[in-house]
């Protein structure tokens, strides 16, 4: 008996231990799970410590092969962390949507955001006081009836995308980048920045945009694991570079148009928009100098995409191209060209836009939301602290809403009534609070471009050279690898279509 006492105490003492290990193991799970009665949602299994592997590369569409096995949400731990993505439709428009205050937060970036940004660009902004300041400030200057200002602007640079292409047909994604460059360029800092690709500011953003997206990819930076490798200097030193770089050209841009103000010689943009009205947004001289600066970043590459993508479409759908010409010889004919006020009669044109953004989503994987509560849903729960994404890429890849949806059919957005309908709607600007201010300037951009280049030329595929329509870069943008398209003219011949050309712009 007596001898017997050292076992029960040890088997005491074991039971206490193992029941303190199950408590604990179970605080951790009920921490992760956020809800102690909710589960995450499904996903893959991971290593019981480490959690799931990220993918290296396409990770929109490795995400969405899981969607398409586990369900339409599903979680995923790295490490510590949870996180979530959302791959179809329904789900996507009530979570990213209807709990949108819930998620308006972005999680901790430590190299995009606090190392190259010190926590100025908007993009990357955590929720909170700061974020609503910079908000109210870019949305009511880029709200639709407000952009329709920068009509001219736009006007004039799609025009000379079409000149550019005449000149030098082979170069038509440098022209298109030109485009989005001189379009955001002017809007941010007037008329008389220099847009010409190779003038020194250009060539140092794309240069900017370039660290920017690299830093950006989930799972790239060692440092988003372990922040203390921020604070090593040679960990950190060419970021710290290129931070320099970035801010000394956004304060000489903005500098530029206080000077222009000062002199009375300022045109219209968001510069000086920022500068009048310092007081009323209560931002600080660092807070406009990034805000106007990260606005090329968000709005260059993006919208140079998306007119490739249209180019790319209609070269390789010639009967979808027929459809929207028929519709452009019908209303415009053939002797002026589209503008802005044929917005609301083309409807074709409006459906050929919806389907390149549907078919192929400029931000594949979409930025990264963080909750702050716990978003109770369906019969899971997603923790506060998860990070989570709105997959583009998997939602346009919905068979219930986008049926067949890896074929390019511009005839999907048609209602039975014959207008363009609006319950489809695919989120190529994102979600809720966080949804792109940008959108209806960039709108404006991708219709006239499309208009006026399919109003301009029949863009056929070259025999020599087809293209490969899933060729496109993996990054937080999706850039179309290179690719050639050949552009006829539609009117008369070259030289009409340049005289008219040159009329179109004429007294903006
Ligand atoms: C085709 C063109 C464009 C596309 C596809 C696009 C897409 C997006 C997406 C997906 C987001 C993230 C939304 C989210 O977090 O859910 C975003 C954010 C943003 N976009 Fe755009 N964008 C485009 C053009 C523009 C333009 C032209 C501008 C500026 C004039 C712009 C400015 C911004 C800004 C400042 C943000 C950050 C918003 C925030 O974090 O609250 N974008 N955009």
New binding site residues.
């Given amino acids: 008996m007596f001898q017997l006492l050292p076992d029960v105490a040890f088997q005491a003492k074991a039971l206490a231990a193992l029941l303190a290990l199950v408590l604990a193991g179970s605080a951790v799970r009920a921490k992760l799970k956020g809800n102690p009665r909710l589960p995450l949602p499904p996903g893959p299994p991971g290593h019981w410590l480490l959690g799931n592997a990220l993918p290296r590369v396409n990770q929109s569409q490795q995400f969405a092969a899981w969607v398409n096995q586990y369900g339409p949400v599903i979680s995923l731990r790295i490490g510590p962390k949870i996180m979530i993505i959302i791959g179809r439709h329904r789900e996507s428009v009530d979570i990213m949507e209807k709990e949108g205050g819930v998620l308006a937060d972005r999680p901790r970036s430590v190299a995009a955001g606090e190392m190259l940004s010190r926590g100025l660009r908007?993009?990357l902004?955590p929720a909170g006081e700061q974020f609503r300041r910079l908000?109210r400030v870019?949305h009511t200057h880029?709200q639709a009836k407000a952009v329709e200002s920068y009509g001219p602007i736009q006007i004039q640079a799609a025009r000379d995308v079409i000149l550019d292409i005449l000149n030098d047909p082979k170069r038509h994604q440098a022209h298109a980048n030109r485009y989005a460059a001189s379009v955001?360029l002017r809007?941010t800092y007037g008329k008389s920045t220099p847009t010409a690709t190779d003038a020194p500011e250009i060539v140092t953003i794309h240069k900017m945009l370039k660290h920017f997206q690299m830093l950006m990819r989930p799972g790239a930076m060692l440092v988003e694991k372990y922040p203390i490798l921020k604070y090593v200097p040679f960990y950190a030193s060419s970021i710290e570079t290129w931070r320099q770089e970035e801010s000394k050209l956004y304060h000489d841009q903005l500098g530029r148009v206080a000077r222009e103000l000062g002199m009375g010689e300022a045109g219209p943009s968001f510069g000086r928009y920022l500068l009048e009205n310092q007081n009323t947004h209560k931002l600080s001289y660092e807070e406009m100098a990034y805000l106007a600066g990260?606005?090329f970043g968000?709005?260059s590459d993006?919208?140079a995409v998306?007119i490739m993508v249209v180019v790319m479409a209609a070269a390789c759908h010639p009967e979808a191209q027929d459809i929207v010409q028929d519709e452009l010889d019908n209303i415009i004919g053939r002797d002026r060209a589209p503008t802005f006020d044929d917005y609301d009669t083309l409807l074709q044109i409006q459906a050929f836009m919806l389907e390149c953004l549907r078919w192929r989503p400029?931000?594949t994987l979409?930025?990264a939301?963080r909750s702050t509560a716990d978003i109770p849903y369906k019969d899971f729960c997603i923790p506060k602290g998860a990070i989570v994404f709105?997959n583009h890429w998997a939602i346009s890849r919905d068979p219930e809403v986008y049926p067949n949806p890896d074929k390019f059919d511009p005839q999907r957005w048609f209602g039975s009534d014959g207008g363009v309908r609006d319950d489809l709607k695919f989120p190529?600007?994102?979600?809720g609070r966080?949804?792109?201010?940008?959108?209806h300037?960039?709108n404006r951009s991708?219709f006239i471009n499309t208009a006026l280049l399919l109003w301009s030329f029949r863009i056929t595929q070259d025999p020599n050279s087809p293209i490969d329509d899933t060729g496109f870069v993996d990054g937080v943008i999706a850039h179309p690898k290179p690719f050639e398209a050949c552009f006829t003219p539609r009117i008369a011949d070259e030289a009409h279509l340049r005289e008219v050309m040159a009329k179109y712009a004429e007294g903006l």
């Fill in positions: 908007m993009v902004t908000r870019v880029l955001i809007v990260s606005l968000a709005g993006t919208t998306a400029v931000t979409g930025f939301h709105g190529s600007f994102g979600f966080r949804i792109c201010p940008g959108r300037i960039a991708i």
